[in-house]
């Protein structure tokens, strides 16, 4: 007896040796064939334009192709589930948004994919900021008038979204719930169907991405009062942040990132993240994110993993208190 259980201890052992070593020439070698970023959005949009900037200069770094692969549909779920079930070796990565990581975890608890368990964290590549759009007729110049504007005029104020769930909905329901001021949401079908409304009065206010307020500030139908992240856009310096207007350590950014599936070797991830580091540095695409109002970001895996996690419950608590729905 005592025989057999040290021979199955030494065949455990054997094998813990054969895949310790697999997995060191196996990174080693990598990537020795096409890499695989699956978007969670269709193509031509703001988040696919900016994965293919990724996998541009990423190709360039590896040596290896890099292709984007489109799986929109679910919240997020379709592309999620096919990194998250893709074999753990690198070479099929997740186009990871604030959207698949942080606020569809706080509005479907429920959801059979896991973010923190399902997929490991590579490293964090973009921060999205938005603006605070007023239409002209709203009596204040800046953060601190709106708000004491609603606040002597409860509910009179309203502010449109691209929809109830949206990343616009949410960051309207954290500014009302940071300012303590009572607005009304109004959702809309995306936000370029609420741009005319907002342009024309129908609504007072809207936080936008910077691409498609930005041509509508300087026209002057519309009025930039803060941009909604924790520090200035490069590509709007000129506006100041919603902290720096009034209200203290407000930060309402979206962010991409890229995870890999769960079990995927670390050393295959810091080549990874190494990669998005270089990136991050490189001054033509640092010119190319300008152009699309986003900011370039980078983290280890540990930082990503414990941004995400502070995210999902700072808009766990965001969706609880506003009492938000989706159908």
Same mark, same amino acid.
């Given at each position: ?76 779920? /379709? ?41 490991? !964290?590579?490293? *964090? *590549? ?43 909905? *949410?960051?309207?329901?954290?500014? =009302? ?83 890999? !599936? ?6 295959? /991830?810091?080549?990874?993240? @190494?990669?998005?580091?270089?990136? @991050? ?31 999902? @419950? =700072? ?13």
């Amino acid at each position: 007896m005592k025989r057999k259980f040290i021979k199955t201890i030494a065949s455990l052992a054997m094998t813990a040796a054969v895949f310790s070593t697999a997995t060191s020439v196996s990174a080693q070698t990598f990537p020795d064939k096409p890499i695989r970023i699956v978007v969670p959005f269709a193509a031509g949009g703001s988040s696919d334009l900016l994965a293919r900037s990724v996998a541009r200069f990423m190709s360039d770094g590896l040596k290896v192709p890099v292709i984007v692969d489109n799986r929109p549909g679910a919240g997020g779920v /379709i592309a999620m589930d096919a990194v998250a079930h893709a074999a753990p070796d690198g070479y099929t990565v997740l186009f990871a948004t604030n959207g698949t990581h942080s606020i569809g975890p706080a509005l479907y608890p429920a959801r059979k994919i896991d973010p923190l368990k399902d997929l490991a !964290p590579i490293g *964090l *590549l973009h921060t999205l900021p938005n603006i605070l759009l007023v239409n002209p007729g709203v009596p204040a110049k800046n953060v601190s008038e709106l708000i004491a504007y609603a606040k002597a005029n409860p509910g009179k104020l309203n502010f449109a979204s691209a929809g109830n769930g949206s990343a616009s909905h *949410l960051f309207g329901e954290l500014f =009302k719930i940071s300012a303590g001021i009572d607005i009304v949401h109004v959702p809309y079908k995306g936000g370029g169907a609420a741009m005319p409304d907002l342009m024309a009065g129908q609504v007072s206010m809207m936080l936008e991405t910077i691409p498609n307020a930005i041509p509508h500030v300087r026209s002057g139908k519309l009025n930039a009062l803060a941009v909604t992240s924790g520090k200035r856009s490069s590509a709007a310096p000129e506006i100041p942040t919603v902290a720096e207007s009034g209200i203290p350590g407000f930060d309402a950014s979206s962010w991409t990132g890229l995870s890999a !599936p769960a079990g995927t070797p670390k050393a295959i /991830i810091s080549i990874l993240n @190494a990669e998005t580091v270089r990136i @991050a540095r490189i001054p033509a695409y640092l010119d190319t994110l300008k152009t699309m109002g986003t900011d370039a970001t980078s983290s280890t895996p540990e930082a990503f993993d414990a941004y995400t996690r502070k995210d999902i @419950a =700072k808009w766990t608590a965001v969706v609880k208190k506003a009492n938000v729905r989706v159908e």
